[in-house]
């Protein structure tokens, strides 16, 4: 992994948080190579509101169950000494048994761009504010996007606090 074993995800779920189930998982290190990345089938939910992910259950219904690469995600997590994410969904996966040891610092970049706590706390919001472009169709974007624009973001703070600091 380069850049200090860092590591960028996004995981999209299906909801109500009771019975959320990840029906996609993207990781990628600081210099965007693909790590892992796969759409998931379920288990209990059938059914969700996919114009909040971009994901119709029925294109998961041949997708494998994410326990079939739990190993392989959590060796990927081992590695990573930093884990950077868009409001972090650390219960979803430990609810799949995957853990993030307590060593590994976490940076939610909602964190740092959150203003008032609300609907406008988006991933959507944030790219445009760092002219990372998304797609605009919701149903287009990949998990390799929004990692991406959160790796593009998490940069360009980055360059933002340095000039800050001068």
Same mark, same amino acid.
């Given at each position: 992994m380069a850049d200090n074993k860092t590591l960028i995800y996004w995981l999209d779920a299906t909801g109500p948080?009771?019975?959320?189930?990840?029906?996609?998982?993207t990781l990628i290190d600081a210099g965007n190579k693909v790590l892992f990345n796969s759409t998931f089938s379920t288990k209990l939910v059938d059914w969700w509101y996919s114009d909040l992910n971009g994901i119709k259950p029925e294109d998961t219904y041949k997708a494998p169950l994410l326990e079939n690469y739990k190993d392989k995600i959590q060796s990927i997590f081992n590695k990573a000494s930093k884990i950077i994410t868009f409001n972090p969904t650390i219960n979803y996966l430990k609810r799949q048994g995957i853990t993030i040891s307590p060593n590994t610092a976490?940076? $939610?970049?909602? /964190?740092?761009?959150r203003v008032?706590?609300?609907?406008? $706390?988006?991933? /959507?919001?944030l790219c445009t504010y760092y002219g990372y472009s998304l797609p605009d169709n919701i149903y287009q974007r990949t998990g390799l996007d929004y990692t991406q624009a959160i790796n593009f973001c998490w940069h360009e703070m980055k360059e933002y606090q340095k000039a800050q600091e001068k």
């Open positions: 948080e009771d019975f959320d189930e990840i029906v996609r998982l976490i940076l $939610d970049l909602a /964190d740092y761009f008032l706590g609300d609907e406008n $706390d988006t991933i /959507d919001n």
